[in-house]
């Protein structure tokens, strides 16, 4: 089946840095790809639907200058937390699919901000 | 708004014991109704699936049935083993108002015990 890989798999930075998370689909192309955040023992919350070529379309009360995403090309979504604080330490899961029925999961990027 | 609502959880079963997770919906158009799973220490695998009212997802034993007149999405297993231990999803994606948007419930953690 269709594989999505994410990297880096887990991430420790300093706060006030910037974290970039990048999203590939390996063996498909992606015309969208989703980013989601876990947090522990909860569900999965949609921050943002990313399109190859335009603007990524963000949910109501996720901070588009800080958490950036670019769609460079259809295999590839980057995920940037700018001047990340501690409580963006969470689980970064993106997806990519063609149509609803084929959307594919990463396995997700923990980062840690100390 | 299109929401999705399980029940709480942690379960526990013993091996061999009979599952139900109940999973309800809200939605204003004609959702797609899924099934996701994430073991641990893993990404989220998409378990099953229904698009339409009376439709039923199976796959590796589990079953689901899309309830219209209940809003309803049931995950059952006659006979769970200690590998189903996992954290259960359910989620609705409604084309007509969010094309390839998937909107996840909290999940149900499921503990199987030999």
């Known amino acids: 089946g269709a594989v999505v890989s994410q990297h880096p798999s887990r991430v420790i930075c300093k706060s006030g840095t910037s974290v970039k998370i990048e999203c590939r689909s390996l063996d498909f192309q992606a015309t969208t790809m989703f980013w989601y955040r876990q947090f522990p023992k909860q569900s999965l919350m949609l921050m943002a639907t990313s399109n190859e070529g335009s603007k990524a379309t963000y949910e109501q009360g996720v901070e588009k200058d800080k958490f950036l995403i670019n769609h460079a090309s259809l295999t590839l979504s980057t995920l940037t937390v700018t001047s990340a604080h501690p409580e963006d330490s969470s689980f970064y899961i993106c997806s990519a699919g063609t149509g609803i029925e084929t959307q594919y999961f990463g396995p997700g990027t923990r980062l840690l901000v100390l | 708004g299109n929401s999705v609502t399980q029940m709480e959880g942690p379960v526990t079963l013993s091996e061999e014991a009979f599952l139900t997770i109940n999973c309800t919906y809200t939605?204003?158009?004609?959702?797609?109704l899924f099934w996701y799973v994430q073991y641990p220490g893993e990404g989220l695998q998409l378990l099953l699936k229904a698009t339409k009212a009376d439709d039923k997802g199976s796959n590796k034993g589990f079953e689901a049935t899309y309830r219209k007149e209940t809003t309803s999405f049931h995950l059952e297993k006659g006979s769970v083993q200690v590998s189903d231990s996992a954290v259960y999803f359910c989620a609705l994606s409604d084309m007509e108002t969010s094309y390839d948007k998937v909107i996840f419930g909290p999940g149900t953690s499921l503990s199987v015990i030999p």
């Open positions: 939605a204003t158009g004609y959702p797609s």
